[in-house]
């Protein structure tokens, strides 16, 4: 790794993030560039303009559903769902089974349509090609989310061309929130080029299939993105809300924690207790992953977007990622089972995509972390009482169970 590390003035991010990230003459990002947009922006007007555009899309006759909109367990499907109805759409809601789930997932969702009142429409891809997928793009590129973010990019897409419904509502766009990689104002929509770069790391479904695996088309079929022909024949586009709103995850949880009974849980890897919350390996081996591979993990994304919001200081958040991010990962053996692998095995893995920039190993299994935050010092001694307070706002609304097992549905089947 190179002696000097280019890192943010503000937040914790350096020029290593893979999404891509500049820098101005002041050392400041272009995430907490862009950041600064929300304080500038009319956003009274922004939403006006986001009425106009929904508007043309309203099913008059009622034969038919106003938009998609993707949901999942977690994140911010509720907010987004909320917003939808306050603009008089009628979604269908779509959903993908990442087979990961928890129970705290599983009653979020069922919750959701129950109290916004909507049709939904799962996808149970064969639990078989799930495996087997998994179990390759987790040997083979050191990630075990390929078919989840594949299948929750692309079945809204098909939803949208089989039940011709052209318009997609997503909520943040990534790359605007966390690198400032466009705009507010550009508006930028859903594309295939960003699901292809980022979403599935570079690898279409076909690029899967070679001759050091058993994977074939019958496998990755329904991962298949419909074609610019298809796109543009239906008039199928995807907008963002987080560019027509102030977003701001933390404050929009809560709200829906208040207003329909959102229910989080705790993390062992991060302080943020909302995200992700559906699933068993997101902010456990999922998050690892990151870490081995790229030298920082979720917690620094949670801690930097704190900042930006100015509810942490930086040496504050210097000290909770320090808390947080060589936390081992949990149900990694619940993983192997799911998968048929050994823990050993799994181990084995992680230890093959150890970015050696970022890791030295001192003896067999024996690993010294020097990633990224071991390179950020805390200026000012951090009380713990601040942190405390902060945390509060984070606190739980549902003790969840170490469930010994995935909760599953659909296609799903229990190990």
């Given amino acids: 790794m190179k002696q000097q590390i280019k890192f943010c003035k503000k937040c914790l991010y350096s020029e290593f993030h893979p999404l891509g990230i500049t820098f101005d003459k002041n050392g400041i990002c272009s995430g907490c560039q862009i950041h600064e947009e929300k ?128 318009l997609i509502i997503w909520g943040a766009h990534q790359g605007i929130e966390q690198v400032g990689m466009f705009s507010y104002h550009h508006e930028v929509e859903m594309t295939r080029r960003y699901r292809h770069d980022h979403d599935l ?22 991962y298949k993105y ?53 699933c068993f390996n997101y902010m456990n081996l999922h998050d690892y992953l990151k870490l081995c591979k790229h030298g920082y993990s979720k917690v620094t994304d949670h801690a930097s977007r704190e900042i930006r919001f100015k509810r942490l200081s930086r040496d504050q958040a210097i000290y909770l990622v320090k808390q947080y991010e060589l936390v081992p990962p949990l149900h990694v053996d619940l993983f192997a089972k799911w998968a048929g692998m050994k823990p050993k095995g799994v181990d084995f893995i992680i230890n093959q995509h150890r970015n050696k920039s970022f ?40 003790n969840e169970k170490n469930e010994k097992k995935y909760i599953t549905f659909g296609k799903g089947f229990d190990n």
């Fill in 201 to 222: 790391f570079g690898y279409e479904d076909n690029q899967l299939i070679n001759l050091s695996n058993d994977l074939n088309d019958s496998d990755l079929w329904q």
């Fill in 359 to 398: 890791w030295r190993e001192r003896d067999v299994n024996d690993w010294i972390f020097k990633g990224l935050s071991s390179k950020l010092k805390i200026e000012k001694n951090v009380k713990k009482n601040d942190i405390v307070n902060f945390k509060h706002f984070f606190l739980k609304t549902f």
């Fill in 39 to 166: 304080n500038n922006i009319d956003w009274g007007d922004k939403y006006e303009k986001l009425k106009s555009i929904v508007n043309k899309y309203k099913n008059r006759n009622k034969t038919n559903y106003d938009c998609i909109v993707p949901i999942t367990g977690s994140g911010d499907s509720y907010f987004i769902l909320y917003i939808v109805k306050k603009l008089g759409l009628n979604p269908l809601l779509v959903t993908y089974n990442k087979y990961f789930n928890t129970e705290i997932g599983i009653k979020n969702l069922s919750n959701l349509r129950i109290k916004f009142d909507c049709d939904i429409v799962y996808q149970n891809i064969n639990p078989i090609s799930v495996k087997k997928i998994t179990k390759y793009t987790f040997s083979e590129f050191g990630n075990i989310y390929w078919p989840i973010l594949a299948g929750q990019t692309v079945f809204p897409v098909q939803m949208a061309i089989k039940y011709k419904i052209p």
């Fill in 226 to 278: 419909p074609s610019d022909e298809e796109i543009s024949k239906n008039g199928i586009r995807g907008i963002y809300l987080n560019n027509y709103i102030r977003w701001d995850p933390l404050m929009q949880h809560l709200e829906m924690v208040n207003k329909f009974d959102y229910l989080s849980t705790n993390f062992a890897r991060t302080f943020d207790t909302f995200d992700y919350s559906d």
